[in-house]
């Protein structure tokens, strides 16, 4: 099943939110089980499989980096051009939930970023942008563009000071991956709402 995720319910229970998009699926169809995740205030595509070979095979592309995603954004300030943001992202403990960036840890976070349009929102300089990763560290595209100084808008976790919008202006905007029965690559995209 590929779906619209909307901003602000969860992919999965939380330890003390049962409502999630998984436990709304399952409700419909007893065999949904989960591939990968959204941050809950993140909207966009997200996909369950309905066999476990079928989750077993494309959670697997995920892992080899054999799936082609992008996300749109609208973050802080006029960006020009395109670039790669390439830092590692770890939990930070003595600040749950936020993550930080950390040069030293061992495991990659890469980011492939390309400006889309510069515009306002209220009087405020903003730039949407296509976002890439390369990699998928939880939080990352939310730290990567908070470590270029660039952070989403209406991140109440890396952008306090920057909100001019009652949502997180993230989304997961198109997805591919190879069919796991017949190996034909699927694409989809999902209209960004913001």
């Known amino acids: 099943m590929v779906i619209n995720k909307p ?16 436990t709304r699926l399952l409700a419909v169809e007893p065999k949904t089980l989960l591939i990968h995740r959204l941050d809950r205030d993140t909207s966009g595509i997200l996909v369950f499989a309905l066999s476990r070979l079928g989750q077993n095979k494309i959670s ?5 980096r054999e799936t ?7 973050v802080a300030g006029h960006l020009t051009g395109q670039g790669t943001i390439d830092i590692p992202v770890i939990y930070d403990p003595e600040h749950p939930p936020l993550h930080i960036v ?23 300089a903003v730039t949407r942008v296509k976002l890439t990763p390369v990699t998928g560290r939880a939080h990352q595209l939310r730290v990567h563009m908070q470590y270029l100084g660039h952070p989403i808008m209406g991140d109440t ?13 993230l989304h997961a905007h198109q997805l591919s991956f190879a069919h796991p029965q017949t190996a034909q690559m699927l694409h989809f995209e999902c209209d960004v709402p913001f």
């Open 7 to 22: 901003a602000g319910i969860l992919s999965v229970p939380g330890k003390d939110i049962a409502d999630s998009v998984q």
């Open 102 to 124: 950390d040069p030293n840890h061992n495991k990659p976070a890469i980011t492939q970023w390309e400006v889309v349009e510069n515009f306002e929102i209220n009087g405020h």
């Open 157 to 169: 976790l890396y952008a306090q000071d920057f909100l001019y919008t009652d949502r997180l202006c």
């Open 60 to 64: 697997r592309q995920f892992q080899d």
């Open 68 to 74: 082609t995603k992008t996300y749109q954004a609208v």
